[in-house]
Structures are given as C-alpha cells and as structure tokens.
C-alpha cells in the first residue's frame, strides 16, 4: 500500500485513547495524524502517558482545532454524552470519515431505553439510527459497510460473545441468565475518584452498581435480537485488584442441552474466528491469558444443579473491550486485514 | 482469672495456624504452651513467620512430643486427612481437652458424603458423631457444651451467615441458589502451587475448582438442615489477587418476599450479634471492611430479574474464616467472654 | 480507671485520622469524644470508612464547632499549613489540652528551614518554639513532659531510629548518607492525585520528589542534633505498589566501625524499648513484619565496598510512621503504659 | 525474505523462555522450530503456559531429543550451571548455530570469579573464552560476529547502560558506586519458592541477597572493563510487589562533574539508540513507562549532597532484561534489522 490510513484519536488522555494510540501507532497501514484531548491541548502525548517517549506524535489539541478534512478515521474515546454532538461535528464537516466510537452514546438502539439509563434524551438521534453496534464477530458484514461504528461495552463484548450463539440456537432460558462480572479498575477510566485509588481498591474487592450498571440494558438488547423478544438479566460487576482484564461467569438455565452441547454450539461459531477462542472441556479461562491483547477466551462448565450450566468468557477491557475492538472494526471499515496490527498475545507474567 | 488457659497450636507453620497464634498471643486469658509443625520441628516460630519476631513464644515441636496433659485447648490447623488420627490421639491421651478444628475432617457428618469428597472413609466416625459444627452464630449452644468443635470452611461461614436465616424462613427457593465465590490468596494455604505465585496471581482473576469444591457438599448440608432437605447448590470460586478476603455473591429465587424482607430477616437475626451485621439498604460490602477482623458484613439487593435478590457477604477468610471463629469457639467451651481477644477493627486501608 | 480520658481526632476522613481512630476506639482508657473532618461535616465515620461500621462513633463536624473544654487530648491528622492556625485556637480554649499532631508543621525547629522548605513563614512560632519533637525513643522525658508533640514523619521516625545511635556514637559519617527510601501508597494519603491510582500505581515502581522531599530536613535536622551540627544527606524515596509499609535502606560510611559494631550499638540502644527490635545477624527486614503494627525493625549489614556498611529500617507508615506513634506519645503525656493499645501484631500474610 | 530462520528455545517452560517464545512468535522472520522443557516433555505449551491458546507451537520434548542439524539460532533459558554442559553438546551437534544464553554461564569472563560466585569451576572454559558479553549497546560489533552470546542479567544490563558511558569518560568515582536495585518478583523464576507466593511477596517489600547477589560481579567486570581496572560496588537488590520491572537507583561520587554533565553524556551515548532513552531534565523514570517492552529509560538527578548524583535506570526484566535482548542479539547474529520483533510499546496501565 503506497500511502498510510490517516486518523485521529479523540480523548486521547483517557486510558482507551491510549491503548488506542498504543496500538494504532505501530499498525503498519495507519499514521496518528491527530490527538485531541481539551483539558491538556499543547502537551505532548508524554506529558500524559510517559509511557509513550518512544514515539515520535502530534501535540494533544482540542477536538475543535482538528482539520478533519484529510482524515479517514477517528476513534473517539470520550465521556459519554459528549460524543453524539462531536460526532455530529465531525461528519458534517468531512462526511467520509469512518467514525470508531468507543463511548456508549451509540450502541442503545431504542432512544426510550437510552434516555431512561443516561437521564437524557439522545441528541444525534439520526446518526443513531445509522450506527452500526460494533460487535465485529456478530456485525461483521454491516461494520464493513459501516461509517459510524459503535464499538460496544467492555462487559457486553464478554457477555455476547458468550450467550449470543447458545441464546439464538435456543439452547439456554433468556429469561434466567445471570452475570456476575469482574473488572479491573481499568474499566473506571482515568478520572481522579476515591475508590480506584491505590490504597483503597488494592488488597479488596467490591460489587459496585448492582443492578444498575449501564451495560446491563446493551446486554439485554442484544441477547433480545439473539431471541427475538425482550429479555431482563442479572448484571452484577465487581470492581477486582487488577489494572487490567475482565472474566464474566454466567450462569445459565439450560433448554434441554448440557454443557457439552453449549461447547460445541460456540466452538462451532467461533470456528473462524482468529480472535475468540473457545477452551477445551476442562480448560479454565483466566483474564492472565488475555492481558494486553484482542482475543477472547470462553470455556463451558456443567452446573452441580441439574439442568444448569456455566459459562466464563474473558478479555481485555481496553483491548477487545475497548480500543482493540475499534481498531478491528477500522480494519474493517478501512479494507485492512481484519487482524491487523491486533496479534501481539498476552503479556503473561 | 488466676490462671490463663493452656493452648497448644497444631500446623502452627500454616496460614491458619499462624493467625491463631496472632489471636492468641494478645488473648488475655490464654497462655500458648505449645506450637507444632513437624516438618520444622526444632525451629522458632520467628524462623517461619518473621512476622513474629516480638513474641516469645514456645518452640515448634512435633506434634507427637508435646505433652497433652496440662493444655486446656488445642487448635488444629493440620491438613485435611491428618486430623482425624492426631484428634483421635490428643482426646485419648486427655479426653477432657477441648479440640477447635480448623480443617475440614469433622464438617461434614454424613460419612458417605465424607468419603465422595475426600476420597476414603473416615478414619473416626465415632469423634465425627460427637463434633458439632462451629458456625457460633448458628450453634452457639451446641459448641458451648462441645468437646470437638469442627469449625467451618471460610466459604461455608460467608455464605450460610448469608443464607440460612432466609432459607429457614421459607423466603428462597432452595433448589435454585447461585454462589459467585471470591476468595484471596492465603484461602489456598502455605503450600507450594504453581497457581499462587505471585507472578501467577497477581493481576488476574481465575475461576477454580467449578462445581468440585469441597465446601459446596459443606453448604449443601447446612442449607439442608435450614430447610429439612436434601439441597443441592451452585458454588463456583474464584482466585482474586489479594491476600486476604472473600466475598460471596449469592443469587436467589424469592418465594413472594422482597429483598427488602430479606434485609430484614437478616438483621433479625443478628440483631445480637457482636460479629455480624447487617448493612443497612444501599450500602455495599466489601472485603476491605473486614480484613483482618472477626467481622461479617451482609448485603441485600433487589434483582433486575423480577422475583430474584443478590446477597452479598463478606469475611476474612483467616479470621472469621478460620482462626478467628475457632478462637470464638474456644471462648465459648473455656467459658470466656465471646468476644474476647477478637475486637480488632478491619485494616484499612 | 473510674473515667477515661476524653479526645477528638482532627482530620478524620484522612488515612492518619482514620488509623488513629481504629487503634483510640481500642484504646482501654480512651473515649473518642469528637471526629471532625470539614468537607464532611454532618456524615457518620461509616460513610466516608465504611470499615467502621461496628463502632458507634461521634458524627464528623467540623473543626471550629468542637467544645474543647472537656477534652484531654486533640490528634491533628490536618494538612500541612492549617495546623498552626488550629493548634493555636484549640489552645487558647483549652491550654490544658495536649496536642498530638500528626502534620509536618511543628517539626522543624528553625524558622528559616519551615519557610524554604513549605514556602512560607511559620504562623505560630511561639507554640514552635513550645512544640517538642515526638519521636518517642528519643525524646520520652520530653515528649512525657509536653503540650504540644510534633510527632514526626514517618521517613524520619524509620531513618533516624537507624541512624540516630550510631551518628551520635560517631561510628559513621554524617556527611556520606544516602537514604533510599520504599514507601507504600498510603503515604500520599487520600487526596485525589492521578499517580495513586490503582492503574497508574499499581504493577510499578516510580522514583519521586528526588532531592527534594520534606521529610529531608527533618532528617538532617536530627542527625545534626546527634552530631552536633549541620549535615546534608540524599534521600531519594520511591513509591512502591502496596498500601502501607515503608523501607530504608541507609548507606553510611565508617569510622573506624564494622557492620556488627553498628548492629550492637543499636541493640544496646533499643534493648529495653517495646516496639523497636534490632534484628538478629543475618535477619532481614521486611515491612510485612510490621504491617499494621507499630513495631520497627532494624537490621544491618557489611557492604562489598570495604568501610560501608548499610542499615535496613522499616515500619508501618499509618502506626509507628503516624497515628501509632502519635497513640505512644498520648500514652506519655496522659500517663498511660506506653504500650497501651498498640500491642497488634503485624497482619500477615 | 524467502525462508524463516529457524530456531529452538531451550527452558521454554520457565518465564524467560516463556517470553522469547511470546516474542518469537510475532517475529516476521523466525520459526520455532523445538521447544524443550525437560521436565514437561510431552505436553503442550498451553498446557504449561495457558496465555499460548492462540498459537500452533511445536510441542515440548526433552534437550536431548532435539535434531540440531536445521537450526539458525538456538535460545537458553536454562538454570545456571546445566548451560555450560548443553551449550557444548549443541555446538558440537551443529558448529554453525548461534546460541543466545540467557543463562549466567558465559557470563564472566573470569575463571576464578565463576569459580568464587557459582560454587564450582566452569565447565566450559573454551567457550566461556568465545563467548561475547551480550549487552547489545555495548558489544554490537563483536556480538555481530558472534556464535556463543551470553545475554546479561537484568540487574546488569539496567545498572551497567546507566554507569559505563559516565564511568568511562571519567565522569565518576568508581570505587564509591551504589546501586540500589529494585526488582519485580518474575526475576526470581517461576520455581515454587515461599518468599514468591502471592500471599508472602504480596503488599510488601524486602531487601535480599544484600552483598551476595550474582549480578554485582558481572556488574563490576563490565564497570572494571570501562575503567580498565578492578572496581567493587554496592549493589543492594529488593523485592517488589509487581509482576515486571527492575529499576536501579545509582547513587555515583562526581568527578568534577554536574548532573547535567552526566545526562548529556549519556544522551550522547544513546542518540542513536533504538532502545535507549535518557530522559530530559526533570523527567523521572518508572517502571510502568517498559513493562513489556524492550526499552531502557535513563534519568540523572542532582544529590542534595555536594559533589554527587543520581542515576535512575528501568527496563522490563523479561524483555531488555533477558528474553526480548536474547532477540535483539538474534537479530544481529542472524543479519536481521536490530529492532524487528521488538517495537512493541509499554503495556500501561
């Protein structure tokens, strides 16, 4: 290829525009032609995350000085309720750009369903309607044709990835699923809030937004298209002493299969997948194996109660959670080789 | 009191018997004749827990040398399979000590369950008859006349606390009880595993031992007694990286109560109880309240599945867990107050 | 005791207050009359410590609504620079009141080291001149004596309990120390700052405030009393992944000396002190050994390089670095056994 | 390039081995041919290092059974003291391979100073005559030209890419360095050690090997080398509670020089480093800013001291510290550009 994707990364300064800065920068087909981030605008990139001194990148700016005219794509790793606007911005000033939104402003499809968790009505509502949910493995076809992709949650892509096969096929109950999530403290972002400090999410562990979590109502839309109905599910995340990583333990009811059946049913999915990968019986997923990289690992377990089994699915919430599903979804939309710059394997121990 | 009580620690180069050593040596009432390991026999406690380098106490010795004649009480922190044979052997050589089991050989009093789960018969089945249970809050009668008391696992403590009022109270279904278990480290002992270097543990999560754990058969049979059945249970663990803590998830069906009765037949309870509260609507548990305490904090949260609750409890797998609740026990059979030398505030941070 | 000394704690939603509040509210003679912390005025100690949830404890209000009149002694766990006004005010209504501050504001002596090092003049300098430098093992007739105790920081109290005895026996060189100092991330305290947080702090090991930390002249300040003059030293201190604990490893030069002189003099020096144990050749310290405790433990060894030798000190930043020491001086000053409520052994694992 | 090189790794069920194989793995250019890890012959790596789910790797045989004949490059990862003995029967298999130990067996020039360190005489002492040091920056030419490589230590390559330039140029004192070296716990291996597990090295921090480590020798040939004489240093190593990462704190006695001087010097030596960074004035290295990468972060801090400085060094012990230089070696032996396989960026956070 003869000239490089040119793209800019919107909040820049958060952990997910950094580990998509982290990637995007040795992507041999992409050239970081923008960093924005409002609050820091005129530091350099090393100022923020030291980690990045090797790296010869633009100075952060605000996301209103950036001329996107030249551009091809833009990840947008900012705050939720933000993005619809910039978003807006963005397109009308170039668009065919290919937006990679990492935000949740785009992946609830029903505008009542949003404005009930997010305490506002949506304000892009056209561009809703466009987007595309960015789950590559479920969307794969209509993210290729895609020009805004909302890349999805951190727990919903280890939930789906999970349920989605076995709920569709109508192997488990939609109606008695229950998700008890473990998170790094990654998953609370950069902001300065007392309990991601060291000293107190450290050496502890903790539930936290028990049956209100925002990524509970993207999981039960679209284990509702799995179904074709409406379905409500336990979510129940707990904040875990690791930067890194995130394991979700289902716990499901089963429609006459085994555990062996739901094995297969997702061995049998995934069989092309170059990230997602299925263990065999008796193999444990750990986050240990997926740290720092885009794959997912999924095992199924029996239950000691009949008629019951259970499903673990792990990833990296920046990676495969995050930036590394974006950066799928912009090979994609961009005519890369989907995996791409996205290889690197865990960084265990 | 003229005199202190005469204690002996067996397995005293173990987690849990190092705890009972850290309880005991500040215990105003209790004089620590003699500790065991006998594989270090010979050694001073300091040599193997540096941490107790300000003590004076007794050297370890094997077990077999130590003269049983004087002692009031002895704890066993031994390994599973072994207590059977040296319990045996101590009550012979002094029928009138009173034994505070830390292991698993005496929990469970059904032999034929016994001998599924450890895999051979039981080696005293008479001793096994005689030991009561030492859950204190559900057996303080019992444990308070007992010459054997066969303290529970960690789990089995944080989630019957949790469960068994409201199983006893017809208010969950039985049969559909869910237990998300997370524990730290130190619950996997002093011994050498590859799975709990730290370079291993640390910054990750792994699931373990699903739907094999030895305090699912534990939990089954006190849920069992709550409800006059025969129960069996989801119990699914997983390995946090921290020392020390546990916290169980436990997802239940309601029979027509609400979480909010829940709450309250739990604070009911242990409205009395020095050890156990209840946390009041909203607050959330977590390990870092109870580290290093005798402390049990319980939670009750409505589902999003309409006609389920979560609740959420929370211990110190070495104190509540282990040595803490023997040490309760031996205050209980050596007629001192209960909670006597077990005051100590979570540390935190 | 027919009553128990009555105190409030200064500052209370901050890492120090809380620990002096866990080790007062076990304190035999001590009842906690008044918490104040002034963003928080108006919530219970459980809501911004949730681990105090078993002890029923004064609201938080705010420093200037305290009566003081019926108080025996005040802890100030107060950022630097507001203690002076408040020390001041709380005196003047109750000058019988003895002060335990835990701030760095009354510790240096000379009013010109104050203002070059915290930027401004000292706003009390009378009660300076008063105030008597906290460290217990050096100065109890004091201390035992005094109003107002500065009890000092906990570098200081690890450094110079290491290097005071052999300074003043003139066995080293005071003009050829290199303290490099560990401390776990507590010692930030609970302030928001991005650089403790658990994913920027966790996983990593950073250098900070090299040359420039002001526990430095604190340092100096002392060693010169030792030596009888001015001395400069390095100290380079690091922050280290865990909560509490902190380490020096202190390079010193010889006169004359041997690493075994060195560990002799310190064992004569500390041979009847309860918390400070000088650890046997060849022993190592390590802050495991006094987590959550207020002992220190000292060791020393020969260096490669012939005429060096270096000096292992560590404590619990939180007990014996603050709040723990700050309980021993109370003891002193309200004539308690100085050991009273500070007998916990470290909590390991 | 038409063919891949071929090569083995030897010790691949060790953290070391474990990490060429993650970095070999993504190499465009190379194969893995055979993995050996004696004591696990038969199984899969996944089976020993789960995190390789995704890959198709040879399975492990025994040293012994591998055909040396087609091999490019072979990579040690062998405890010290078997290498020697290996390392001859595979250049006598095969005279034309390139071994890359990272191993210490080839690492001392001097017969009798491996002798007094290990314990025993070498076993190979014309080969320990061919082998070339291989500390990239260093020895690039000779190492260019070389079959035998023996990759340094950790603790070295950190300590000696921050002292050789200034001690060469005459910058500092060499008889008056100390090196205080901080390490994460996978330098220890992955061999089952108490002080290693999670619940011991967890939250805590010792001091180890203090004046008997085995890099400090290797450290003194190579500032010996640079000075032309024989030096001994203080070199101190620590355990930290983090997984990757070593930083050397070096305190140095100027020679004349300023702290400026020494920055400059470096950055000189460095300019046209791929992997090595000096810092800018001010910027304070950490681990968090390599972990995972093959890059070294160099900083130079004035002393509060007269006459003296401090050099703060960091890398990732697995990568520049041992497996990721062993590739950089390889690329060099094999004709490949320097940095191929090794760009990746720090995992952070």
């Known amino acids: 290829m003869a000239t490089k994707a040119k793209i800019a990364i919107l909040g820049a300064s958060g952990y997910t525009g950094a580990d998509a800065v982290r990637l995007a920068a040795r992507h041999p087909h992409v050239e970081i032609t923008a960093l924005t981030a409002n609050t820091h605008a005129g530091k350099s990139m090393a100022d923020v995350f030291p980690h990045f001194f090797m790296l010869d990148l633009p100075k952060l700016v605000t996301w209103e000085s950036v001329d996107w005219s030249g551009l091809d794509a833009v990840f947008c790793g900012l705050p939720h309720g933000t993005t619809q606007e910039i978003t807006a911005?963005?397109?009308?000033?170039?668009?065919?750009?290919?937006?990679?939104?990492?935000?949740?402003?785009?992946?609830?499809?029903?505008?009542?369903?949003?404005?009930?968790?997010?305490?506002?009505?949506?304000?892009?509502?056209?561009?809703?309607?466009?987007?595309?949910?960015?789950?590559?493995?479920?969307?794969?076809?209509?993210?290729?044709?895609?020009?805004?992709?909302?890349?999805?949650?951190?727990?919903?892509?280890?939930?789906?990835?999970?349920?989605?096969p076995v709920a569709k096929a109508g192997l488990i109950h939609a109606d008695d699923i229950i998700v008890d999530a473990k998170s790094g403290v990654t998953g609370a972002g950069r902001g300065l809030k007392q309990n991601t400090l060291f000293?107190?999410?450290?050496?502890?562990?903790?539930?936290?937004?028990?049956?209100?979590?925002?990524?509970a109502p993207e999981i039960e839309q679209e284990i509702g298209v799995a179904v074709g109905g409406k379905v409500t599910i336990n979510f129940?995340?707990?904040?875990?002493?690791?930067?890194r990583g995130e394991l979700c333990t289902s716990y499901v009811k089963l429609n006459?299969?085994?555990?062996?059946?739901?094995?297969?049913?997702?061995?049998?999915?995934?069989?092309?997948?170059?990230?997602?990968?299925?263990?065999?019986?008796?193999?444990?997923?750990?986050?240990?194996n997926v740290r720092g990289s885009n794959y997912v690992q999924i095992g199924v377990?029996?239950?000691?109660?009949?008629?019951?089994?259970?499903?673990?699915?792990?990833?990296?919430?920046?990676?495969?959670?995050?930036?590394?599903?974006?950066?799928?979804?912009?090979?994609?939309?961009?005519?890369?080789?989907?995996?791409?710059?996205?290889?690197?394997i865990a960084l265990f121990p």
């Open 199 to 215: 000293s107190e999410a450290g050496e502890g562990l903790s539930p936290y937004s028990i049956g209100k979590h925002r990524h």
């Open 256 to 288: 006459g299969a085994t555990a062996d059946d739901l094995r297969q049913a997702l061995a049998d999915a995934y069989k092309d997948e170059p990230f997602v990968h299925v263990a065999p019986k008796g193999v444990v997923p750990q986050t240990q």
């Open 236 to 243: 129940t995340p707990h904040l875990i002493p690791m930067a």
């Open 301 to 344: 377990f029996p239950d000691r109660i009949p008629g019951r089994a259970i499903i673990i699915s792990t990833l990296d919430n920046l990676v495969k959670g995050s930036a590394g599903q974006a950066l799928q979804n912009m090979n994609l939309v961009l005519g890369f080789p989907e995996t791409m710059g996205l290889e690197q």
């Open 89 to 164: 911005a963005v397109l009308k000033a170039n668009p065919k750009i290919k937006i990679l939104d990492m935000s949740a402003d785009f992946r609830l499809r029903d505008g009542a369903t949003y404005a009930e968790w997010y305490g506002h009505e949506h304000q892009a509502p056209e561009l809703q309607k466009e987007a595309v949910y960015g789950l590559t493995e479920l969307y794969r076809d209509d993210i290729t044709k895609a020009r805004l992709v909302a890349c999805p949650g951190c727990y919903p892509t280890a939930t789906l990835l999970a349920l989605v």
